[in-house]
Structures are given as C-alpha cells and as structure tokens.
C-alpha cells in the first residue's frame, strides 16, 4: 500500500502525482474493509499496466486493512473531507478553477443541480470538485469513479472543467437512491459506465441517452489470492449441545443487510437444534442488534466481532457451517448489488442461505446452489435454516454447486480485463472514445 494513507502532503496539502499516473481513480472513502471489490479491481487495473493515482472524498475510519491493500501501489490523496475544515485550500481551489475553460459550463451545471438538490451535500460536492480540478496533476488523462451519487458528481464538474473524459462503475446504493434525473444526466455526459449486476444494468440502460454506455461486469473473485476452501467440514446437525451448528453472517450493520430478519428467523427456530450465531462486520445498527438479540433471549448464542480483516473473516468461512445473508430493500430504497461475502462463502465450501434481491439470484440457484427465500420473511428464513441444519449431507451438495458456480462463472481476471482495456483504449485517445 501507499505510505501516505494521510493526507497527501504537498505545499498546501494538496493532491501528489505519484509517478506520473494516466488515470485519476476516485472513491467515496478509502481503504474501506467493506469494500475489498474495489479494492481488488485497483489492483487488478495495476497489474494489468495501468498507472493509477487515488482520490478519496472521505478520510479511512476503519482501523485495520486487508492484505489486497498492501499490495497496492498507486499513492491516495484526500479532497477537504467538509469544506469548512480546509476553506483555504478550498478558496485556491475556486481562485484557479474559474480561470480554466471549462469552469463556466461546470459551474451553469452545477447550479441547475443545486436548485433541484438544494442540500450542503450538494455544495460540498461543487467546492471538492473546486479543489480536485486545481491540484489533479496534467498528466492525468482519463478519471474513474467508484459510485455514481456524490462521487460522480465531484468528477463531472471536475472533468467538464479540466476537458477531460471519465467513467465510472456503480454499484447498489447509487444505482436505486440517486434520482433518474441525475442518473441520465451523468450516463449522457461519461463516456461508459460498468455496473455488478444485471438488475442494475437493466435500471441504468433504460435510463441511458445513448445504447450500450452501461456494460455488465461481475466483480467476481480473485481465487488465486484467496485461502484454499477445506478439503472437509465437521458434520454438525443441531443435536449437540457441545458441538452446535455455526451459522454465520458478513457485512455492515445496516437495514438492507436484513441483521433484524436473522435474528426474528433464530428465535423461531426449534429448541432442540442447538447453534451458534456469529456476525463480522460494523455499522450504525450495532447497539440496536444486540438489544434485540438480548429480549429475543438469544445474547449468549450470539457472538459479534465487529469490522476485522480479510484473513479474520475467512478463518470464521472455515469455521462455520452455513452461511446466512437476509438482504432486503431498505425504506430508503437502497439494496444490496452482488455481495462479494456470498461469493467467498461458497468459494470456501459452505451451505448459504440467503433472499431474492437484486442480483442474489444471479449468484444462487434455489435448492441447486443454496437456498432462497423472500426479503423480510423471518418465517421462511427459518425455515429454510432448519432444513440446511438438520441435514449435513444436503449441506454438502449446496456448498459443493455453489463452489463450482463461483470457480466458473464469476471470473474477477475477465471483468477486471474488460475494465482494463476500455480504460486503456480512452487513454489512447479519449477524443476519439464511443460508447461501443
């Protein structure tokens, strides 16, 4: 990894060119834990000759990493995280940008936008992009962005100052919270855009100007930097109160990670299976969960670890029996993509139990690959985990297709060449990109 996960440290703290790189990556936030998919796609971009730099709008809150991290070379600069923590910077930032040729166009944008969002996150987004296109080193020739709400926004202002292309890959919350309006405004102006499932291909191609800018791509895994799934499991069937069936679950405490259903779902469930509940992964909701869990009568089956690293997590894959993930759509519409947990659950060999959201049916094959059942449905969740319990065999089947499904047919090495190769073929000449 970068040594300068601090702010990038130039005369006025600025972003660093780090060897000169072609294309500017931007993120919301960076490193994330619970974004390895974007992590391992840099790497990937890197390994495949590309020289990146990183931007991220927000500062690191999580305090550990994972190895896919270390292993990145391009340097991380951070934009004013709130513009009233840095209004120097910010003011260089708008003293430069006005003189280039492009700001009036991006400034007319960006006020067509403000009086149909007129919020501080709207502002915030403006005076980022005010800083990003002064101190975004000229040999930057293309910018990618990562999410297409707030990020997308700080690079289309930037780039239709600076003249220069961008794409961008979305991903879940951007593609079902961000207004269709928006949506369209961005897809017409970015030269191409990739997306992780095919429900949100089809919601962003509909709204799309121009046919074929929104390309499919699954993230998928990079096995070869992944531990070896176990060759055998223990075969635990609920009767041993010694030995009780592990059942886990990966990802952020928030609404649309369905935390709640699991626990409604473990408190249906029959007195005579004896388990164990875990859960890795932190968010907002964490007092909350643990409540519940308590007057639910099941605090002392369930143990929550909080955000670890990727080793961390894949020792619990190799310790559990079932993995479970109750998605759903949250009030606010958000939902989640393609979870890369369910993916390496089965690539290291266990049952998954989870819902029919968005692309999890792209993923898992009902009773072929894992068992679904529908969003918000704690009955049916428990249901579907008794019978994975009580049958360690079928539990084998399961893990078994779902390990081939994810070895086959969610290749990280094909999506992140595709990537690659439209990246390099804009910088080749970015004048000349189409949507093809």
């Known amino acids: 990894m970068s040594a300068n996960l601090d702010p990038a440290s130039s005369a006025d703290g600025g972003v660093v060119a780090d060897g000169s790189p ?82 009036p166009a991006a400034r007319a944008q960006w006020l067509r936008d403000w009086r149909r969002d ?40 930037t780039a239709m100052m600076r003249g220069l292309p961008w794409s961008g890959s979305a991903h879940a919350k951007d593609i079902w919270t961000t207004p269709d309006w928006e949506i369209a405004e961005k897809l017409a102006d970015c030269r191409w855009l990739v997306t992780c499932t095919a429900a949100g291909r089809d919601r962003l191609a509909a709204l799309a100007p121009t046919p074929g800018t929104v390309m499919l791509v699954y993230h998928g895994l990079d096995l070869q930097r992944l531990p070896p799934a176990l060759a055998t499991r223990p075969v635990r069937d609920g009767r041993n109160s010694a030995d009780p069936v592990i059942i886990l679950s990966v990802g952020r405490r928030v609404e649309k990670k369905g935390l709640d259903d699991v626990l409604e779902a473990l408190a249906v469930l029959p007195r005579d299976i004896h388990w164990r509940f875990e859960h890795i992964g932190g968010g907002p909701l964490g007092a909350k969960l643990k409540a519940r869990a308590v007057q639910l009568g099941l605090g002392e089956r369930c143990v929550w670890h909080g955000a670890r690293a990727q080793a961390f997590v894949f020792d619990a894959y190799a310790r559990a029996d079932i993995f479970v993930l109750a998605s759903k759509v949250a009030g606010d519409g958000d939902r989640d993509g393609l979870p890369n947990v369910l993916m390496e659950a089965q690539f290291s060999g266990m049952a998954c139990v989870a819902t029919r959201v968005s692309a999890i049916p792209e993923l898992i094959d009902d009773g072929d690959s894992g068992l679904l059942v529908p969003p918000a449905d704690p009955a049916a969740l428990a249901a579907a985990l008794e019978q994975v319990i009580r049958d360690p065999a079928r539990r084998a089947r399961l893990a078994q297709r779902g390990t081939e499904i994810v070895r086959t047919r969610f290749s990280f090495e094909h999506g992140v060449e595709r990537i690659a190769d439209r990246l390099k073929r804009g910088l080749a000449g970015p004048c000349r990109a189409t949507h093809s």
């Open 118 to 157: 007129p919020t501080p996150n709207r502002g915030r987004r403006w005076g980022q992009a005010l800083v990003l296109a002064r101190e975004l080193p000229a040999s930057v020739g293309w910018l990618h962005v990562h999410f297409l709400h707030t990020p997308a926004s700080v690079v289309r202002y």
């Open 22 to 103: 072609s294309v500017a990556v931007v993120l919301k936030g960076y490193p994330r834990l619970s974004e390895t998919f974007i992590a391992q796609e840099i790497e990937g971009l890197e390994r495949h000759g590309l020289r990146l730099s990183l931007v991220s709008l927000r500062h690191p809150t999580d305090t550990t990493h994972h190895p896919v991290h270390e292993r990145i070379r391009a340097a991380v600069s951070y934009l004013p995280e709130y513009l009233y923590q840095e209004p120097l910077r910010v003011l260089r930032g708008w003293w430069a940008a006005r003189r280039l040729p492009g700001y």
